[in-house]
């Protein structure tokens, strides 16, 4: 369906929310829970699926398959429309979830798809639509960070994606290729080539930090990367979080601390290079 052409602004620095304004007639959608505040005259439908489609496209098998798409990429099975129904220009904001950017996209600039992380998605311009893409390498779907599924997003539209810490952003040249930690990529255009490489040497791989495996991007396209992965951040705050005490006394402090080191620190390390 034809993309809706709506105007935004970015708000803040590192707790951003973006604010979108409508014409009257214009909507946008957004994640499930992501919307901040609206203004009067804005109506908001919650539809089934990724709402790129009219309410009748596809029946009931389309909207199945695209509620499918939305819930193993880690979306919501829900997507809410907010739609301009007044006379005049209204606004509606949409907040990131934790500490990062937030990174618009013009889909029609970048050759109409873009492929990012899973749960990256924030808010569009409707019409723009939300599916799946599979790594088609078995390595890359194993110790590539996000695993098999990642999300792509379609369209001529505006996209909005949030992402942890600062974003850099790179443009590759046809076969330049750029190492990065699993977890820190955010977002690519169709022509990177998107694979994985083990770091080498026993001693960096078992004590390093960063795991067992880089991320290789090889141009040509542009990537996003992010500074501050949401599962590094969430690894961090769970090892300084206070361990309650069992009835174990010292023995229980004892196993929690070797717990604490063999699962989250060095299994993880080894892993998925997110969990320093």
Same mark, same amino acid.
């Given at each position: 369906? $034809?993309m809706?052409?709506v #105007?935004?602004?970015? =708000?803040?620095?590192d707790?951003?929310?973006?604010? %979108?304004?409508?014409d009257?007639?214009?909507?946008?959608?957004g994640?499930?829970?992501?919307?901040?505040?609206?203004?009067d005259?804005i109506?908001?439908?919650?539809?089934?699926?990724?709402?790129?489609?009219?309410s009748g496209?596809?029946?009931l098998?389309?909207?199945?398959?695209?509620? *499918?798409k939305?819930?193993?990429?880690?979306?919501?099975? +829900?997507?809410?429309?907010y739609?301009n129904?007044?006379?005049?220009?209204?606004?509606?904001?949409?907040a990131?979830?934790?500490?990062?950017? %937030?990174?618009?996209? #013009?889909?029609?600039?970048i *050759? &109409?798809?873009?492929?990012?992380q899973?749960?990256?998605?924030?808010c569009? $311009?409707?019409?723009v639509?939300?599916?799946? $893409?599979?790594?088609?390498?078995l !390595?890359?779907?194993?110790?590539?960070?996000? !695993?098999?599924?990642?999300?792509?997003l379609? &369209? #001529?539209?505006?996209a +909005?994606v =949030?992402?942890?810490?600062t974003?850099?952003?790179?443009?590759?040249a046809?076969?330049e290729?750029?190492r990065v930690?699993?977890g820190? @990529?955010?977002?690519?255009?169709?022509?990177? #080539?998107f694979?994985?490489?083990f @770091?080498g040497?026993?001693?960096?791989?078992?004590?390093?930090?960063?795991?067992?495996?880089?991320a290789t991007?090889?141009?040509?396209?542009?990537?996003?990367?992010?500074?501050?992965? +949401?599962?590094r951040? $969430?690894?961090? %705050?769970?090892?300084?979080?206070?361990?309650?005490?069992?009835g174990?006394g010292?023995?229980?402090?004892?196993?929690?601390?070797?717990?604490g080191i063999?699962g989250?620190?060095?299994?993880?390390?080894l %892993? &998925?290079?997110? *969990?320093?």
């Open positions: 369906m $034809a809706d052409v #105007d935004y602004y970015l =708000h803040g620095d707790m951003q929310f973006v604010e %979108i304004e409508l009257p007639g214009e909507a946008a959608i994640e499930a829970g992501s919307m901040m505040y609206m203004e005259g109506g908001m439908t919650t539809v089934f699926g990724d709402g790129s489609a009219g496209a596809g029946g098998f389309g909207k199945l398959l695209g509620a *499918g939305r819930l193993i990429t880690g979306e919501s099975l +829900f997507t809410t429309v739609t129904q007044g006379s005049g220009k209204r606004k509606v904001g949409f990131a979830p934790y500490t990062g950017k %937030i990174i618009p996209f #013009d889909l029609s600039q *050759g &109409g798809t873009l492929i990012c899973r749960d990256a998605f924030l569009a $311009a409707k019409g639509s939300l599916g799946i $893409a599979f790594q088609r390498k !390595g890359t779907g194993f110790f590539g960070g996000e !695993g098999f599924i990642m999300q792509k379609e &369209g #001529d539209g505006l +909005f =949030h992402s942890g810490g974003v850099l952003k790179r443009d590759l046809p076969g290729v750029l930690d699993t820190c @990529v955010v977002a690519y255009t169709t022509g990177i #080539d694979d994985i490489q @770091v040497g026993v001693k960096t791989a078992l004590f390093g930090g960063e795991g067992l495996f880089f991007l090889r141009g040509p396209g542009t990537v996003w990367i992010q500074s501050l992965p +949401f599962a951040l $969430a690894s961090r %705050i769970f090892a300084a979080a206070p361990r309650t005490q069992g174990g010292s023995g229980g402090e004892q196993g929690g601390l070797a717990a063999l989250g620190g060095l299994l993880g390390g %892993i &998925g290079g997110d *969990g320093d």
